[in-house]
Structures are given as C-alpha cells and as structure tokens.
C-alpha cells in the first residue's frame, strides 16, 4: 500500500493484531508508533496481508502497557479473538488533528526536502527512529541523507505545500 496524501484513498496500517487477551475476546494490539491515533478514532480497519481490508466495530480501547487493548463487537471469546490476524489501521481522513508542531509520519512521506540555500535534497521516502530521536530518510537518484527529526536540523514543516527545510548541506551524508 502507498501513503498518498493527495487522495487519502488508502487506509494506513498503525498497529499489528497480537492476538487475545483475556477470556471476553479483547484483541491485544501492537501500534507502530505511539497508538494516539488508535485511541482516539473508532473507524478501525482490519487490514489484510493481500491488501483488503474491512471495518471494525470498536466498543472499547485502551492502552496496556506499551501496547493497546481493544474489543470488537462480534468478538466474544479468546478463540475468536486469536482468528483475527494482520493490522489495524485507520483511513488518513479518520486521524485526529495532530497537535501544533507534530506531524504524522505518513504526512511527512513524499514532502520535497530543501536546504537553506534552497539547494533540494530529495524525497523522504521514510522515517525511522533511532529510540532518541525520528529519523528523516531523504533520497534522490544521486543521493541518500538521513536527517535527525529535530528542531536543529529541521527548520520548517508545511505539509500542505509537502516542503521541509533543514538546515543540512548537500556533501552530509
């Protein structure tokens, strides 16, 4: 699947199904990031290795531990729970409004990255994260720069306009 930001057609994947929990048929979840997202949506998808996917009926979530815990409605022993297997995800349209200064990793990807000398980089063609800090992973058909997500390097942020200046120079790599 690919994040295409224009359409938001495509549902993202957030968090990958771990099985059951507890003998009423909750679905321990494990997010990709942080698990805000799922938290705070009930329009889930159940996505599917072969690139389906369909709609969950959340009742509850809540997080556990470093993970997230949900019951689905039609979903009522640990049996049923373990059937469900792949990722749940939502449709880009359904997250919520990130806070001032914090941008989704999906938003991010596809967004022009441009020096202070409006030299441009690349792409991101993907983030990661090193435990301290994201990770910008920027490339073009000459180069790859991986770019610390931090107010250091990164300048500005304008994801309408799919632009982020940093202030990195074009022999970093």
């Known amino acids: 699947m690919k994040n295409n930001f224009e359409q938001n057609a495509e549902p993202i994947a957030l968090g990958a199904l771990r099985g059951a929990y507890g003998l009423k048929g909750w679905v321990r979840i494990d997010p990709f990031q942080d698990g805000e997202a799922l938290l705070a949506s009930k329009k889930w998808l ?99 720069f991986l770019i610390p997500f931090i107010d250091h390097y990164v300048l500005s942020v304008d994801v309408t306009e799919r632009m982020i200046k940093v202030d990195w120079e074009l022999d970093w790599k």
């Open 46 to 144: 159940h996505m599917f290795r072969d690139g389906t996917f369909k709609e969950l009926a959340v009742q509850q979530v809540k997080p556990h531990g470093n993970g997230v815990v949900a019951k689905f409605a039609g979903i009522e022993t640990p049996e049923e729970a373990s059937t469900l297997k792949g990722a749940v995800g939502l449709m880009r349209a359904n997250f919520p409004e990130p806070a001032e200064g914090e941008f989704y990793w999906v938003d991010l990807i596809g967004c022009q990255v441009i020096n202070t000398k409006d030299q441009v980089l690349g792409i991101v063609e993907a983030l990661d994260s090193n435990g301290v800090q994201d990770i910008l992973d920027v490339r073009s058909s000459e180069s790859r």
